[in-house]
């Protein structure tokens, strides 16, 4: 219960933390909701999609001889989506509008990563 | 001398030195929201900050402009070397003065957000600078701080709190006989509860001050409520809207971060059950046996 | 070349017209003016935009007879007159005209600001 309650806060604090974000996700490799605080997207395709994001964007880096890879956004004419390994067991979903402070979340994403990984650990 | 309101000092400092040195380039603030001051020959063309919606998201999330044709007039402006600006007036998406008008308040409410938010440090980037929709020629930054100062009095002499940069506010039900302009019910439509001030202008594409006035009128009006920790719990307890049991109350001094808000539902799959959808995409097998459940390392 | 400016100009080149404005009505913010006098103006113009929308709240949404056109503010030697502009962005603008009632025609010159209004945020 106590390390729901604490991912749960950490997410929360992300999104107050880092102007443009305005949801978050934590979800399983195999694309299930551990966390969720999406603000009304459907958290279920979020994991899914997510999921199998990762493991494509993690096979890119490795075909393209780019070691590991630390981050995957897409940007599309509405905002951002930002994703994360956590660990080999999870994955960390943000969602930002277009005002999305990158430069700050890219300062932010190694920390924020660490911690949520510790949280599930 | 009096004191200036915000962060009006540094940048004002900051920016009369560019000025007197006619400088083009970019001043970049480092600080809370922070963002980046683009300066042609001293005057300010464009500000780009987390904290305000720039002219492409106030032209597009208005609705006022396509996306399809922005995305036209950006091509055509990228292969003709020409000016966006041009493009989207030539093509006559948006009047020239109404494009200029909209150019020089964007600018004004980018100035405001950094005027109300920190300045830790800035560093000046001489050279050129590439912005989609400059205002050419730009503003004179005494006139962008005074507007910001200004701004800020009229925030500070508000009733209520202020701390309203920070404030969420939630939708109440629009009592009888109550009619809704000037975007109301677009607002009531997106106060959550979890977004600020920044968040709703972002999502309308309109000005942060702008909707921090029209905020201020809707709670007057009862149509919002400030968030809190009790308020919310009461409307989750009641189906529905809030506000159909006792009055939410307004605890002085929103807290700063959202821990004590109750936690937004979450869901923990009962282990076995893998979304079928992902099944004909291929990328995911299924997995046999036992799943992992969170906290487990695989 | 700011076509505000060149707006305004025309504006001023009216006969009895003192000073002009645009006048952003959401934030009641001063985006451009001519021939404005003292350090007030931007309270001032504030004020005018408040006026401008609480006129429209009180006159409702799709009223018969159209929307708010004009607020007109008469004193002994001034004519003061705030046009709606026609704008699909945010709340609009005012056409802020300060007239001197002591020169000729100030009908005419009201007609006259009526005329170039439409193309000022054109």
């Known amino acids: 219960m106590m390390t729901e309650g604490k991912l749960l806060a950490e997410m929360q604090d992300l999104r107050d933390r880092i102007t443009g974000i305005t949801g978050t996700a934590v979800a399983s490799r195999d694309g299930l909701i551990i966390s969720e605080d999406t603000g009304g997207v459907n958290a279920d395709n979020l994991a899914a999609l997510t999921s199998a994001a990762l493991s494509l964007a993690q096979r890119l880096a490795r075909e393209a001889g780019q070691g590991t890879l630390r981050e995957a956004i897409t940007r599309s004419s509405g905002g951002y989506v930002a994703i994360y390994a956590i660990g080999t067991t999870a994955v960390l979903v943000l969602l930002g509008d277009e005002g999305l402070d990158i430069t700050r979340l890219h300062r932010e994403s190694r920390s924020v990563v660490d911690t949520i990984e510790k949280l599930l650990a | ?298 | 070349m700011s076509s505000l400016t060149e707006s305004l100009r025309r504006v001023m080149a009216v006969d009895g017209v003192r000073a002009a404005a645009l006048i952003d009505i959401a934030t009641g913010m001063v985006v451009q003016s001519a021939g404005v006098e003292g350090r007030d103006f931007p309270a001032a113009a504030a004020s005018m935009a408040d006026e401008a929308r609480m006129a429209r709240a009180a006159l409702g949404p799709g009223r018969p007879g159209g929307d708010l056109d004009e607020i007109s503010l008469v004193t002994d030697c001034r004519l003061h007159i705030s046009k709606v502009l026609d704008d699909r962005l945010g709340e609009g603008m005012l056409l802020f005209v300060d007239l001197d009632r002591t020169r000729a025609n100030i009908a005419l010159a009201s007609r006259q600001v009526g005329r170039l209004a439409p193309a000022v945020l054109a």
């Not at chain 2, 600080?31 to 780009?48: F, K, M, Q, S």
């Not at chain 2, 002219?55 to 007039?73: F, I, K, M, N, Y």
């Not at chain 2, 004909?280 to 799943?291: C, K, M, N, Q, Y």
């Open chain 2, 1 to 298: 001398m009096e004191s200036e309101e915000g962060s009006v000092g540094p940048l004002r400092e900051a920016l009369m030195v560019c000025a007197a040195a006619g400088m083009s380039g970019t001043l970049r603030v480092t600080g809370d929201p922070g963002g980046a001051i683009h300066l042609t020959d001293g005057r300010v063309a464009a500000i780009e900050t987390p904290g305000a919606p720039g002219p492409e998201v106030l032209l597009l999330r208005s609705h006022r402009v396509t996306e399809a044709g922005w995305d036209d007039a950006f091509a055509a402006a990228a292969t003709s070397g020409g000016r966006m600006r041009a493009e989207l007036v030539r093509r006559a998406m948006v009047g020239s003065g109404e494009l200029e008008g909209l150019l020089r308040t964007a600018l004004a409410d980018a100035m405001f957000v950094l005027a109300s938010g920190t300045v830790e440090e800035y560093r000046a980037e001489p050279g050129p600078v590439e912005c989609a929709l400059p205002l050419e020629p730009g503003a004179e930054p005494d006139g962008l701080l005074a507007e910001a100062s200004r701004r800020i009095r009229v925030l500070a002499a508000l009733p209520g709190r202020n701390d309203r940069g920070r404030l969420r506010v939630v939708a109440m039900p629009v009592p009888p006989g109550v009619r809704l302009g000037e975007g109301q019910d677009e607002i009531l439509a997106l106060a959550d509860g979890r977004r600020s001030p920044r968040d709703l202008a972002f999502a309308l594409g309109r000005g942060v001050y702008a909707t921090m006035l029209l905020l201020v009128r809707m709670q007057q009006a009862g149509l919002l409520v400030p968030v809190s920790a009790r308020a919310f719990a009461a409307a989750a307890r009641t189906p529905g809207r809030t506000g159909s049991g006792g009055e939410p109350q307004d605890v002085g001094g929103l807290p700063q971060r959202q821990r004590d808000l109750p936690a937004p539902s979450r869901r923990l799959r009962a282990p076995g059950r893998l979304p079928e959808r992902l099944m004909p995409l291929g990328l995911l097998r299924p997995r046999t046996g036992r799943d992992v459940s969170p906290g487990e390392t695989s």
